[in-house]
């Protein structure tokens, strides 16, 4: 599996935007960017995920490089609930498990 | 449904013991996955089922552990003669058959080898 690299940590303030770096020099054609996030003591949830295009949904937004070797994770209003460690994750294949690495560990101050 | 479910919760066990936890993922998901995760440190992949059938162990899998998913519904992962090294979260998560699906996951089983 491709790797990936990720800050060990960011800080943010509570309503301001968030935007989570993650590098994959390596990653194939067929490679999907996965973000999950895991809150204190809870497991990993599905934030977002993303081939090419730039994706939307209701928890955040995926930007992928056009040369896809790095994506950004953009929380658009940070709130304390937001604090988590955040994962960037690359799969290629259908039902493989996920591969975890340390991941950006995000606080929120109010 | 509520999601992936596990149990127990919590589990302090002496070393040498064997422990058995048990994963009921959310109904109709084919797929089903085991992750062990210690302070500080991400998931890490133990093993998965597509339905019945077990697919792929991680290397992490010694000889001690040992799961199944019999009638490809709820899943069981049982340690034997358990270690202090053992002490970590197990962590279940299923997902729908089907291209890049969300993996949903449970709480997890936090295990304590004293």
């Known amino acids: 599996d491709a790797k990936t690299t990720q800050p060990n940590s960011m800080e943010s303030n509570e309503e301001e935007p968030v935007h989570l770096p993650c590098n994959h020099s390596?990653?194939?054609?067929?490679?999907?960017i996965h973000w999950y996030r895991q809150l204190p003591s809870q497991g990993p949830e599905y934030v977002i995920h993303?081939?090419?295009s730039n994706v939307n949904n209701r928890m955040a937004s995926l930007a992928i490089a056009e040369d896809r070797k790095s994506s950004t994770l953009i929380l658009h209003r940070a709130t304390l609930r937001d604090a988590a460690v955040y994962y960037c994750?690359?799969?290629?294949?259908?039902?493989?498990?996920?591969?975890f690495g340390k991941g950006t560990t995000l606080s929120v101050s109010s | 449904d509520t999601g992936v479910s596990q149990d127990p919760r919590h589990k302090i066990t002496k070393r040498g013991q064997n422990v058995t936890f048990r994963c009921d993922p959310i109904?109709?998901?084919?797929?089903l996955y085991w992750y062990r995760q210690t302070l500080g440190q991400g998931p890490e992949f133990l093993t998965y089922f597509q339905n019945e059938a077990q697919l792929e162990k991680s290397r992490l899998l010694s000889d001690r552990f040992s799961a199944e998913r019999p009638k490809g519904s709820f899943s069981t992962l049982e340690i034997q003669r358990t270690e202090q090294g053992d002490s970590a979260m197990y962590l279940c998560a299923s997902s729908e058959t089907g291209d890049r699906t969300e993996a949903f996951f449970g709480q997890g089983t936090r295990l304590t080898v004293v």
């Open positions: 390596t990653i194939s054609g067929t490679d999907y």
């Open positions: 994750i690359l799969s290629n294949q259908a039902g493989t498990a996920l591969i």
């Open positions: 993303g081939l090419t």
């Open positions: 109904s109709e998901h084919n797929r």
